[in-house]
């Protein structure tokens, strides 16, 4: 048997053996004492020691005495040393958790020796800060015991307190994000379904027993630890939670005041960063008062980009959040060279992978509406960077480089040049079938630009089986994100296209599946199925589209689809109807059924798009021809009241359109009648 290469030495292992219970009664309090101090100082900062020990066993030992012990001072050292396993080494946050040492070290809290609660705490906040926080934080006891302390007179107990609630939110919200990473249940497509509803409730449940309030009135303290914490927690405790945010921007206190300042005037760019954090929540609340600018934000985010690591890594994410959907902040934060500075963070081999992950995202932000964004990436020459991304170990990292090829697939000049050299489409493909979720509904995004028609990688997709694969994923996809953007990609993939693809396509998707799809519950779903529909009809000649096809089911489907309330459902049924009119049968079945009714009341809706869409399909339900048979779709028309509807658009709609596609609709009125 080898032996083992490093090995604790004799003096170590008698400081083990001293702090064994068994051997409570051979030692005094000042010698076991000196033995927890002399390990203390062993492993500060030495990994190697700190496995070695625990390899040893010392941490069930620690724990034994913060269970058992009555001695203060080793009380002290011990709860130390603890906090010291569990820094920067899962082994030892893994032990710790595993022996249940954090209730010992919650109970200490409520001891009268301060230096006790201090050290305890300490422990707390490292093992809080660096893993997983203990689930005793969530509970009501825990959570009251944490408000508590705000009331502490030691203010690092009070600091450890708000960092430890802060950690308690963050860890729910990364637990959010980890199970989008590899959890494939139905996704409901609900208004609210990004709202983390676990987070979200311990945000109200902490608010409900005083801790928001609590922190509010220690924020002025002049400690810059204090304010740190507390700018931390308050970024969490509003996150995404516009009642938390709008309790802060409107109490009497002043509190936006106070963080607005310590963004301006505080030196420590921490702080800056944190605050901003908070305007950045009270932003997207839409609580920030008008007279709070974040233009006057961006460019002191941007310097933040060139500060110490732990500030660098995070800035890059609150540029991001400061800037999505806001087309004016995006020019601005590129004005000031926000691209070229996160440029250099993705061609430099020693950024952290969280530092590139944010950056991608901030890219992605910034490219997500701009052409001259856009054209700032490719000046930087960071492409072969973002496409290599595509291919990395962190999923993290993975799905950020999808986010920026999206934003950058949406400029048709990007899409023939820069992304076509670097052979986009190849990693994108693979992605598909990535085990992260959130890379999966990212790669799909993508693909519905690079499947349009200008788009030069259109056949090299398809000659990698794209069509199978979209398909495959409507069906087999639990994921509504997913769902939605393949059926998007196969409607982009059928804008404009020859019939020997729309063949392929419906050979693949088949007519009962995109019945089904139309059919969905979901409106997003259908709309985009729909649409499928609608380019699969384009000039179309009894081919593709027919009766027989969908075995009778395609204008009862219509029918039901036109009594949606939604009007982009509306929209998009008006746009099948005028593409299918051109077939003979299929106009006779129309003509026959309610739809001729339904679509004199589309030409007073308040949508002009859809009064225009509805006066296009009178016109090509009637049809170009001049036979009897187009006369007598005029008079049943005419019957109906269609031609003083007509009458009365001409006159009175403001729409310019609308009053063209109304004389079209009237002329073919008249003709049939002269």
Same mark, same amino acid.
């Given at each position: 048997m080898s032996t083992p290469l490093y090995t604790?030495?004799?003096?170590?292992?008698?400081?083990?053996?001293?702090?064994?219970?068994?051997?409570?009664?051979?030692?005094?309090?000042?010698?076991?004492?000196?033995?927890?101090?002399?390990?203390?100082?062993?492993?500060?900062?030495?990994?190697?020691?700190?496995?070695?020990?625990?390899?040893?066993?010392?941490?069930?030992?620690?724990?034994?005495?913060?269970?058992?012990?009555?001695?203060?001072d080793l009380l002290i050292q011990a709860s130390s040393v603890i906090g010291s396993f569990g820094c920067r080494i899962d082994e030892g946050s893994e032990k710790i958790f595993e022996y249940n040492g954090v209730t010992p070290l919650i109970n200490l809290l409520s001891s009268n020796n301060l230096k006790l609660v201090e050290s305890a705490a300490r422990s707390l906040k490292i093992l809080s800060l660096f893993h997983q926080p203990p689930t005793s934080i969530y509970e009501e006891s825990g959570v009251k015991l944490l408000i508590s302390l705000f009331n502490h007179p030691l203010d690092s107990v009070k600091e450890v307190a708000a960092t430890i609630i802060a950690r308690g939110c963050e860890s729910l919200f990364s637990n959010n994000n980890n199970h989008n990473h590899n959890n494939n249940n139905n996704n409901n497509n609900?208004?609210?379904?990004?709202?983390?509803?676990?987070?979200?409730?311990?945000?109200?449940?902490?608010?409900?027993?005083?801790?928001?309030s609590?922190?509010?009135?220690?924020?002025?303290?002049?400690?810059?630890?204090i304010q740190e914490a507390c700018l931390y927690v308050i970024s969490w405790l509003t996150r995404d939670n516009v009642p938390l @945010?709008?309790?802060? /921007?409107? +109490?009497?206190?002043? *509190?936006?005041? =106070? $963080?607005?300042? !310590?963004?301006?005037? #505080?030196?420590?760019?921490?702080?800056?960063?944190?605050?901003?954090?908070?305007?950045?929540?009270?932003?997207?609340?839409?609580?920030?008062?008008?007279?709070?600018?974040?233009k006057n934000i961006l460019p002191i985010i941007i310097r933040l980009m060139s500060e110490e690591e732990s500030v660098k890594e995070e800035a890059p994410m609150v540029l991001a959040r400061l800037v999505s959907d806001n087309e004016d902040l995006q020019r601005i934060a590129s004005e000031a060279e926000a691209i070229s500075r996160l440029s250099i963070f993705l061609k430099d081999t020693n950024s952290s992978e969280r530092?590139?992950?944010?950056s991608l995202s901030a890219i992605?932000?910034?490219?997500?509406?701009?052409?001259? @964004?856009?054209?700032? /990436?490719? +000046?930087?020459?960071? *492409?072969?960077? =973002? $496409?290599?991304? !595509?291919?990395?170990? #962190?999923?993290?990292?993975?799905?950020?480089?999808?986010?920026?090829?999206?934003?950058?697939?949406?400029?048709?000049?990007?899409?023939?040049?820069?992304?076509?050299?670097?052979?986009?489409?190849?990693?994108?493909?693979?992605?598909?079938?990535?085990?992260?979720?959130?890379?999966?509904?990212?790669?799909?995004?993508?693909?519905?630009?690079?499947?349009?028609?200008?788009?030069?990688?259109?056949?090299?997709?398809?000659?990698?089986?794209?069509?199978?694969?979209?398909?495959?994923?409507?069906?087999?996809?639990?994921?509504?994100?997913?769902?939605?953007?393949?059926?998007?990609?196969?409607?982009?993939?059928?804008?404009?296209?020859?019939?020997?693809?729309?063949?392929? /396509?419906?050979?693949?998707?088949?007519?009962?599946?995109? $019945?089904?799809?139309?059919?969905?519950?979901?409106?997003?779903?259908?709309?985009?199925?729909?649409?499928?529909?609608?380019?699969?009809?384009?000039?179309?000649?009894?081919h593709l589209i027919s009766e027989l096809h969908f075995h009778d089911q395609l204008v009862p489907t219509i029918e039901n689809r036109l009594a949606s309330n939604i009007p982009e459902i509306i929209k998009q049924t008006l746009f099948v109807i005028c593409n299918i009119a051109g077939n003979e049968k299929i106009r006779a079945s129309v003509m026959n059924s309610s739809i001729v009714n339904r679509l004199i009341h589309f030409m007073e809706h308040k949508h002009c798009e859809i009064r225009i869409a509805s006066v296009w399909c009178v016109c090509n339900i009637i049809g170009p021809d001049e036979n009897s048979t187009s006369a007598s779709r005029v008079l049943k028309f005419k019957e109906l009241g269609y031609q003083k509807k007509l009458e009365m658009l001409a006159d009175s709609d403001s729409n310019i359109e609308v009053k063209d596609r109304v004389k079209t609709a009237l002329t073919l009125f008249k003709k049939c009648f002269l």
């Open positions: 604790l030495d004799d003096n170590c292992k008698q400081s083990l053996n001293t702090l064994n219970p068994e051997n409570r009664d051979l030692y005094n309090d000042e010698t076991r004492i000196q033995s927890a101090k002399f390990i203390k100082n062993t492993i500060i900062g030495n990994k190697l020691k700190k496995r070695l020990f625990i390899e040893a066993g010392a941490i069930p030992l620690f724990v034994d005495i913060l269970n058992k012990e009555k001695n203060e609900n208004s609210n379904s990004n709202i983390n509803h676990s987070l979200l409730q311990y945000q109200n449940f902490v608010h409900i027993h005083g801790g928001l609590a922190v509010m009135s220690i924020l002025a303290s002049p400690k810059s630890k @945010s709008t309790f802060i /921007v409107n +109490d009497e206190r002043r *509190i936006l005041d =106070i $963080i607005i300042y !310590l963004f301006k005037k #505080n030196k420590s760019p921490k702080i800056k960063l944190l605050a901003t954090n908070c305007l950045c929540n009270f932003n997207q609340s839409k609580t920030l008062p008008i007279t709070c600018s974040l530092l590139k992950e944010n992605a932000v910034l490219c997500s509406s701009r052409e001259d @964004s856009r054209k700032q /990436v490719v +000046d930087a020459k960071i *492409i072969p960077q =973002i $496409i290599s991304s !595509l291919n990395s170990s #962190n999923y993290a990292i993975r799905a950020a480089a999808c986010n920026c090829t999206k934003s950058l697939s949406r400029s048709i000049k990007q899409l023939r040049t820069s992304l076509f050299d670097c052979t986009i489409a190849t990693p994108l493909l693979r992605l598909l079938d990535d085990q992260s979720l959130e890379v999966r509904v990212s790669a799909s995004a993508t693909l519905c630009n690079l499947v349009l028609d200008f788009s030069p990688m259109k056949q090299a997709i398809m000659d990698n089986g794209i069509i199978v694969k979209l398909v495959q994923l409507t069906q087999d996809s639990n994921d509504f994100k997913i769902r939605l953007n393949c059926i998007w990609a196969l409607k982009n993939l059928l804008y404009m296209a020859e019939p020997s693809l729309k063949e392929q /396509v419906m050979k693949e998707l088949g007519y009962q599946r995109l $019945i089904e799809l139309i059919k969905d519950t979901d409106p997003s779903i259908s709309e985009q199925a729909l649409a499928v529909l609608r380019n699969l009809a384009f000039k179309d000649n009894d």
